[in-house]
């Protein structure tokens, strides 16, 4: 089965549409549309083969992570008329992403590995080890590029640039904590630990609110609880349920996003293999059985039910 590539989806005559690398972002007035895709990107490059129920494990997620978190940080859902589709208030989107590590992984270990001890800042201590649990969680802001790469940055200098305004900021860098806090609990409920992740956020009538997805495997990095210490002690490699594993195999294969280097095809075990745990990992998550969408005229399906949502709006 073919997964969701692309969309071109006609809501309204006066629409405007933005293609992401993941989702499309339909706007109609004060409202946007945004459709989950299951386009899978890596090193900012979209993979050419999209992943069945990928789209709909990270609108539902998503859907479920923003509303168990709206009592200590507002956000932009509205509703989810179709189990690919959010629809919500249209923001002036801030272009920055705030990411918090609690965990020394991914790109902040890559860089520990090549000697740097600074990351958009801020100072990584001496002796750690991968995976290891910063003393506290750190703040490592990115740039939001249209295009191409994302940056890190330090809070120094997105504020010197112009950014953020300082107000603003300060309130994303508090609201970034509060979220870390709540998704780092609900994960160990679930014997999982939330190791890092993303936030974004936008402004809407003067007030900084909490856009796009939380806490999804596209976002965020998550270990097994069990058996993590003792993993660390052995100097073990962490089990873990994110997207990096795609990384790993693309690394594995010669291809980091990098000029030259020539994208590997997907097998179609490792396409069903990434499609699984995407949905393993919604389940464990969630606490909750994930129900597959009906794939027959899918985008069909997402037409009309967004058209019966507009309707009745």
Sequence with gaps: MNGIQSTDFHFHPSQQVYHGKVRDVYTLGDR????????ISAFDHI????????????????????????????????ACPDPNVMVGKKCDPQRVEMVIRGYL????????????????????????????????????????ADEGHDEDISREDLLQRGLVAPDHYETMEAYTRALFARGSAMAREQGLILVDTKYEFG????????????????????????????????????KQLSKEFVREWLMDHGFQGKEGQRMPEMPD????EISDRYIHLYELMTGTVFEKANYASVLNRIQNNVDDYLANA
């Design 32 to 39: 946007m549309i945004m459709v989950a895709t299951d386009r």
């Design 47 to 78: 993979l050419p083969r999209a992943i069945p129920y990928k789209g709909q494990v990270l609108n539902q997620m998503a859907a479920y992570f923003l509303e168990a978190t709206r009592d200590i940080v507002p956000n932009w859902m509205e």
């Design 105 to 144: 992984a991914g790109h902040a270990w890559r860089t520990y590995q090549s000697g740097e001890r600074m990351l958009c800042g801020v100072a990584m201590p001496e002796g750690m080890q991968e995976s290891d649990a910063f003393p506290e969680p750190i703040i490592t802001p990115a740039t939001k």
């Design 203 to 238: 402004i809407h009538e003067g007030k900084v609110i909490l856009i796009d997805e939380i806490h999804t495997p596209d976002s965020s990095r998550y270990y097994y609880l069990e058996g993590y210490e003792e993993r660390q002690r052995r100097g073990e490699h962490q």
């Design 269 to 272: 075990a490792f396409v069903q």
